[in-house]
């Protein structure tokens, strides 16, 4: 995925990104912390939808972007913790 960083003059950051298939969409952080989602057709630079996302809503979606869930990413860190600890402990 190709990502270009810019700034927004008086509004906030956008991320423009096109994935591998073509398709493009931004994330707009505004700077008082609120998120749009704005797709676009790939032949224009009018948004054909913009999506408002609260704090909340924008960090359960990041959740479900991860590879892998929360849970499962402190549950690997415990067992690697574990593992650490246990080769210290072994003379």
Do not use: N
């Not at 704005?38 to 630079?45: E, K």
């Amino acid at each position: 995925m190709d990502i270009d960083r810019g700034t927004v003059p008086g509004q906030g950051t956008v991320h423009h990104l096109l994935t591998r298939s073509g398709d493009r969409f931004a994330l707009v952080t505004g700077t008082d912390g609120a998120k749009h989602i704005h797709v676009y057709r790939t032949a224009r630079d009018e948004p054909v939808q913009s999506i408002a996302l609260g704090p909340d809503e924008a960090d359960q979606l990041a959740e479900l972007l991860h590879s892998s869930p929360l849970p499962d990413r402190v549950a690997r860190l415990e067992r690697l913790m574990g593992q650490l600890a246990g080769d210290r402990l072994r003379p």
